[in-house]
């Protein structure tokens, strides 16, 4: 198996901790040494999260049922992704 760095293994994780980032937001300083931060609803940052979970799980079956040799399999994944990305598009809020 060749090296594959880690930045391969951990983007989705870190598009979608972006993506919840962004519906976190500092609260005034009041002198306190730490930041305080709080969770606000916004919804782009929750369908940016879902994309990214839902392409780690497409990614991840689309490359398994290509390991395994299954190229029908691999196929419908791959255009159910379409499908999928479509809806997910369809779905985005303005911001």
């Given at each position: 198996m060749p090296p594959v760095p880690y930045q391969v293994?951990?983007?989705?994780?870190?598009?979608?901790?972006?993506g919840l980032w962004r519906g976190i937001t500092e609260l005034p300083a009041d002198g306190h040494p730490h930041r305080p931060y709080k969770i606000v609803n916004h919804p782009l940052a929750i369908h940016t999260a879902a994309k990214a979970a839902v392409g780690a799980v497409v990614i991840t079956a689309a490359r398994a049922a290509n390991y395994l040799g299954s190229v029908e399999q691999?196929?419908?994944?791959?255009?159910?992704?379409?499908?999928?990305?479509?809806?997910?598009?369809?779905?985005?809020?303005?911001?």
């Open positions: 293994y951990s983007g989705v994780a870190h598009a979608e901790l972006w691999h196929k419908r994944i791959l255009q159910w992704a379409k499908e999928a990305d479509t809806v997910m598009d369809a779905l985005r809020p303005s911001s």
